[in-house]
């Protein structure tokens, strides 16, 4: 009898030049009944599996646009984690793209961090530089780049534990991924392995989000990394290897 073929991997995301991003508030996508009763009995599942998953509120990527070369603008709404739930149901055409931040922590040879998802994360034992979802601003704040990178600063403490000001934080780019998923990625200063290392020992072990920690030069390295990688890792890591090898100027 024959096999049917496993399904197509999707592409790898994009990872495109930006100078500027302006966030812009909209309304939370509306569902009809059936695909809230559908979202709520797929998260229940979900969480059934994995009791750490937590539904608390998140950003949500209602769209982008580009009006020039460089800039970006992005459209968000506030939902909570459930929302993305609707990924696995099939009959929903809701938008379920999501907003994210990532830092790009080098060392000083010239290597990028990534870390490995802990078994009770929603991505379990994926590949990642430290990052994490936008959480929403309170009322009356505005959601705007100072905002995600302290989000960005927040995301590299709890997982690695190397504390940085958000003004040495550096806009890098902006990834483009599944389900049309954003992420805004910021490029740290460089520091040696054994200090990033110590840094990451010393966090308690039951509150790491990674479970280990691994030094990436190129894409060449990815093999050597056991497990699921995030889509967007190989082209970030090819990206920041030719500015690497090749400087502006």
């Known amino acids: 009898m024959p096999q049917t073929p496993p399904p197509p991997l999707p592409p790898p995301a994009e990872v495109l030049g930006v100078r500027r991003i302006r966030l812009v508030e909209v ?4 569902l009809t ?11 229940a599942e979900m969480a059934l599996a994995n009791p750490a998953l937590f539904d608390g509120p998140v950003v949500a990527c209602a769209g ?13 709404s506030r939902v909570t984690y459930r929302h993305y739930a609707l990924r696995r149901v099939t009959t929903s055409a809701a938008p379920t793209a999501s907003l994210s931040v990532s830092v790009l922590q080098p060392t000083d040879d010239g290597r990028v961090l990534v870390g490995r ?20 601003p309170p009322d009356g704040e505005r959601l705007d780049l100072a905002a995600l990178r302290r989000n960005a600063v927040r995301e590299l403490a709890e997982e690695t ?25 910021f490029l740290a200063p ?7 290392r110590e840094r990451f020992a010393a966090l308690a072990p039951p509150e790491r989000e990674l479970v280990e920690l691994a030094f990436a030069r190129s894409p060449a ?25 090749h400087p502006p100027g």
């Open 27 to 30: 309304p939370a996508p509306r």
């Open 33 to 43: 009944a059936e695909e809230r009763r559908a979202r709520d009995r797929v998260w």
């Open 64 to 76: 982008t646009s580009w009006p020039r070369p460089g800039e970006i603008h992005v459209f968000w």
């Open 117 to 136: 998802m802990s078994p009770s994360t929603s991505a379990p034992g994926r590949w990642q530089p430290p990052g994490g979802a936008v959480e929403p």
């Open 161 to 185: 534990g190397v504390a940085t000001e958000a003004g040495e934080l550096t806009l890098w780019a902006v990834t483009r991924g599944r389900y049309g998923s954003v992420g805004v990625l």
């Open 190 to 196: 460089p520091r040696p392995e054994p200090v990033l």
């Open 221 to 245: 390295d990815l093999p050597g990394l056991p497990g699921p990688h995030a889509d967007y890792l190989a082209p970030v890591l090819r990206r920041f290897a030719r500015q690497r090898d």
